[in-house]
Every structure is written in C-alpha cells, then in structure tokens.
C-alpha cells in the first residue's frame, strides 16, 4: 500500500489546536497499536482514537498521523493487535509516545497471532487483520477484523482533555 497523504489547506476559522482541545472533551480510554515491522522490528503506538465498529462482523478502527515513522510498518503487514491498557499501565502510554528506537525494549510481552506482539498485563487486546485503509486527512484511518481478543476484570486507564483518568462509577444500576 502506498503512503501519500497529500497535505491539505488550513481549514479557515478552524484552529487545530483549539479543536484538538474541543475533541478532547471526549474521554476515551487507552490503547498501544502494535504490529511487526518487515524486518522483525517490533513497532507501537499509544492510540486513543480506537473504536468498535461492527459485532457482526466484529471490525474496529484507529488512525495514525500520516507523518507516523511507524506509518510503513503497519501497511506492509497488513495486521495488527489493539492493546487496551490497564490502569496501572500509565508508563507504558507515556513510553508508546514517544519516539524511543525500540520501544518494546524491557515491556513484557509474548507472540500472538503472525507473530505480533501482545503486552502482557492488558485489560482487553484484539487481534486484527486490516481489511480496510483510508487516507483521511492528516491521518490513515485503518478498519480491521478482528480474528481473536482477550479480556479480564479490572480498570481501564482513561484519557480525557489531556490528561490521564482513573472511572469512577456514578451509576450503579
Ligand atoms: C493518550 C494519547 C493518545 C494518542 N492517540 C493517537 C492516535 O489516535 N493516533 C496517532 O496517530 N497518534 C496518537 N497519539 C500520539 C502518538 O502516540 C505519538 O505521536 C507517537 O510518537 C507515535 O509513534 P511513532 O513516533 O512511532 O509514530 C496519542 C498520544 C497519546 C499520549
């Protein structure tokens, strides 16, 4: 698959970093997007633009900046693993996030399916073949089946306008 991404105009009246903060009003929850390079290298990204799709056929969906140096990993292999972060698994967003030469170094994490690394220690993780790639923007929106997943009790880590959260349950029902 080709990388393009052709920049596009500033949109007038809109000031990117007002409407990232407005966008930021949704909270979401946490993940790390990992797949395997052509040459072995394991590659991650901290995400939080994941979403479920369909049940039916269960798809998801993320995207990734265009300007992403991890961009040509996730196209060449056509898969990748939704690693939904834990709450104690703070550092490891912090780390995902940052341009680090192997940033799976010292994280503990086992082969999945093709051989793409799951973290250990998630609170849920789905395993994806892409099945659809969009360029949309300033971001590649991927749509991916998921072909196995994996979950346990416990809290999730949280994001909302710019800053990490713990939920606390205000409806018990
Ligand atoms: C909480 C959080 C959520 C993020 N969500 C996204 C996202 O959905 N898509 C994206 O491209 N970058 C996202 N980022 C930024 C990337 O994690 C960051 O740019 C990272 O360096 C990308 O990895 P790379 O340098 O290997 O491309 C997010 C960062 C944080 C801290």
Redesign the pocket.
């Known amino acids: 698959m080709d990388v393009a991404c052709t920049p596009s105009p500033a949109t007038p009246g809109f000031d990117p970093r007002d409407l990232r903060r407005a966008l930021g009003s949704f909270g979401t929850g946490?993940t790390v997007v990992s797949t395997l390079a052509a040459d072995g290298r394991r590659?991650g990204?901290?995400?939080?633009?994941?979403s479920s799709v369909s049940l039916v056929p269960p798809i998801v969906a993320?995207?990734?900046?265009c300007r992403?140096?991890?961009l040509a990993a996730f196209d060449g292999c056509g898969r990748f693993v939704i690693n939904v972060l834990a709450l104690e698994q703070l550092p490891l967003?912090?780390r995902?996030?940052?341009?680090l030469p192997d940033?799976f170094d010292g994280v503990a994490h086992h082969a999945g399916l093709a051989g793409l690394p799951l973290i250990d220690g998630c609170a849920a993780s789905f395993q994806c073949r892409t099945v659809q790639r969009h360029e949309v923007g300033d971001?590649v929106l991927y749509l991916g089946q998921v072909e196995a997943y994996a979950h346990r009790p416990g809290a999730g880590l949280l994001?909302c306008q710019g800053r990490y959260a713990q939920g606390v349950e205000l409806d018990a029902a």
Do not use: E
Request: charge should be positive; proline fraction near 8%.
């Open positions: 946490v590659v990204v901290t995400v939080n633009s994941f993320w995207s990734l900046q992403s140096p991890s967003s912090r995902f996030a940052s341009p940033k971001h994001f």
